[in-house]
Structures are given as C-alpha cells and as structure tokens.
C-alpha cells in the first residue's frame, strides 16, 4: 500500500485526505482516510455519504 501513497505524491505533490482505489482482481478495493484529528475524519465520512 505504500506504493500508492508515493505515487499520488509525486503525482500531485502531496498526500490528499482520501486516497481510493477500485481493486483488480485478487486485489480489494480500498479508501484511505488522512485526517488530523476525529472531527476532520467524521467529516470526511459525511462528505463521502452525501456523495453517494
């Protein structure tokens, strides 16, 4: 999993709050929560279910 977050890095020059990925087969899909404290995680969470 590290991999992913290198990538993104140097791709767009730092780590996004949320990384995702849709899995391949043999591979689980994943999402990745960076957040500095619970209050940003919950609102992580709440933006991520009004998307759906």
Known sequence: M???IE???SEY???PNV???KGTKGK????RFWTKN????IEALD????ML
């Open 2 to 4: 590290q991999w992913i």
């Open 7 to 9: 990538y993104v890095s």
């Open 13 to 15: 020059g730092g780590i």
């Open 19 to 21: 990384i995702y990925d």
């Open 28 to 31: 689980e899909a994943m999402i």
């Open 38 to 41: 619970m209050e940003e995680m």
């Open 47 to 50: 933006n991520l279910l009004k």
